[in-house]
């Protein structure tokens, strides 16, 4: 059984820095083939995509976060991370790793999902 388990969250004041941090387990396959996703999700808004990765370290960023946001994973500890600087009171959302081997990207319909953790950013 597939689990996602993100940590990392926490409030910041504007400008700040976080790191989110997913870790992987009960993959039927090698952890290094699946598609990683960093998505959020604010209270009254749909899910949006914010980072994503693929097997070959290639990376997609939405354009809010582009020079921000930092996407990376370590395959042999099945972990995904998301380095996330100078943080904005509009980052604020829970935040949401995903998994699938299909390359969905930034589109939020990866298969496999965590819970989230919470970011707060106050200006």
């Known amino acids: 059984q597939v689990q996602l388990v993100e940590s990392g969250g926490g409030s910041v004041q504007s400008g700040g820095s976080l790191r989110l941090s997913c870790a992987a387990s009960?993959?039927?396959?090698?952890?290094?083939?699946?598609?990683m996703g960093w998505f959020r999700q604010a209270p009254g808004k749909e899910r949006e995509g914010v980072a994503a990765?693929?097997?070959?370290?290639?990376?997609s960023y939405a354009d809010s976060v582009k020079g921000r946001f930092t996407i990376s994973r370590d395959n042999a500890k099945k972990t995904l991370y998301l380095q996330m600087n100078s943080l904005k009171a509009e980052d604020t959302a829970m935040y949401y790793c995903?998994?699938?081997?299909?390359?969905?990207?930034?589109?939020?319909?990866?298969?496999?999902w965590g819970q989230g953790t919470q970011v707060t950013v106050s200006s």
């Open positions: 990765i693929d097997s070959g370290r290639s990376t």
């Open positions: 009960g993959f039927t396959t090698f952890y290094s083939a699946y598609y």
């Open positions: 995903a998994a699938d081997v299909i390359d969905w990207w930034l589109v939020p319909k990866y298969n496999y």
